[in-house]
């Protein structure tokens, strides 16, 4: 099970951090992702991190602005978002490369 938190609403150019609680499989053994769906829009790949933690890929839109962290001693992802821009506005999903979603997030950027 995927739980993600700490979505809200945010003047652009504020920060936000995701935060994904992870239950019921070995989180430490899988990569994990974060993914978001605008309203009309098809979901999108925002980040993604191995096992380890020791490589992360981001999407264009976000690079240089999110940071996508995880602790497995915890067994949590997180997403810290800054810069935000009204176009990352949407639902964020974190997902498992175990084949788990979370229900998602809602982040609204206001302009």
């Known amino acids: 099970q995927l739980v993600e938190s700490g979505g809200g609403l945010v003047q652009a150019g504020g920060s936000l951090t995701l935060s994904c609680a992870a239950s019921g499989f070995a989180f430490g053994d899988y990569g994990m992702g974060w993914f978001r769906q605008a309203p009309g829009e098809e979901r999108e790949f925002v980040a993604t991190?191995?096992?380890?933690?020791?490589?992360?890929y981001y999407a264009d839109s976000v690079n240089g602005r999110f940071t996508i962290s995880r602790d497995n001693a915890k067994n949590t992802l997180y997403l810290q978002m800054n810069s935000l821009k009204p176009e990352d506005t949407a639902l964020y999903y974190c997902?498992?490369?175990?084949?788990?979603w979370g229900q998602g997030t809602l982040v609204t950027v206001s302009s």
């Open positions: 997902a498992s490369l175990s084949g788990s």
């Open positions: 991190v191995t096992w380890s933690g020791s490589s992360k």
